[in-house]
């Protein structure tokens, strides 16, 4: 008979064990780098398993034949953001066209809460937005107003204006949107102390 909320004794003293390494399961955000061209086959297997994905998405316009219409492309080329635990890491790997996660040798890299939902906030801010080439080295800036307000990144001026650009350290990769009408402020230089401090600074 099973007893309940009981340990059952067999009359020896229990052996001493080593220390139990626990391993933290908290579900975290990683990049998993797809087959070319398959970053929206791999966000709908993933929201048939019920994982937890983000996929970033831009409007460009193609041009052929005299014709032009708009198409949604990824913001990173190549790249999936999938949220999960340590213990159910292995799930997104079994998923047709990933090939791997981004990080530093066999050890995925996790990314943080607050660069992800940077990335969110300049998706539904409604500002054009598009890929950028990697920009790690600049005079950081934070936005103080309007609907990205708390977002950091580096200014990049151009002939039309300044532009805003965010980086993904992870993956290497920025995108970028326009500036105008936003207010920012320089942000101090300060030394790396978490994984949060490397979300928004590029």
């Known amino acids: 008979m099973a007893l309940s909320g009981a340990a059952v004794c067999s009359g020896l003293e229990p052996k001493s064990v080593g220390p139990i390494l626990v391993v933290e399961n908290r579900p975290r955000w990683y990049a998993v780098y797809t087959w070319a061209r398959h970053e929206k086959a791999v966000a709908r297997h993933f929201e048939e398993r019920g994982l937890a994905y983000f996929l970033p998405l831009y409007q460009a316009v193609h041009r052929w034949n005299k014709r032009s219409s708009r198409v949604s492309l990824p913001l990173f080329p190549g790249y999936v953001f999938v949220r999960t635990g340590a213990r159910e890491r292995f799930q997104p790997l079994q998923v047709p066209g990933v090939l791997h996660y981004a990080g530093s040798g066999v050890t995925p890299s996790p990314i943080a809460d607050d660069e992800i939902e940077a990335l969110r906030k300049i998706l539904i801010s409604g500002k054009e937005v598009g890929p950028h080439p990697y920009l790690s080295a600049g005079n950081p800036v934070q936005i103080v107003a309007g609907p990205l307000e708390g977002l950091r990144g580096i200014v990049q001026r151009t002939k039309s204006g300044n ?12 995108i970028a949107v326009e500036l105008d009408g936003f207010q920012i402020a320089s942000v101090p ?14």
């Not at 350290?169 to 920025?174: K, L, M």
């Not at 030394?191 to 590029?202: F, I």
């Open 163 to 174: 532009r805003f650009v965010l980086s993904v350290e992870t993956i290497r990769q920025s």
């Open 189 to 202: 230089v300060r030394p790396v102390t978490d994984l949060s401090d490397l979300a928004l600074t590029a």
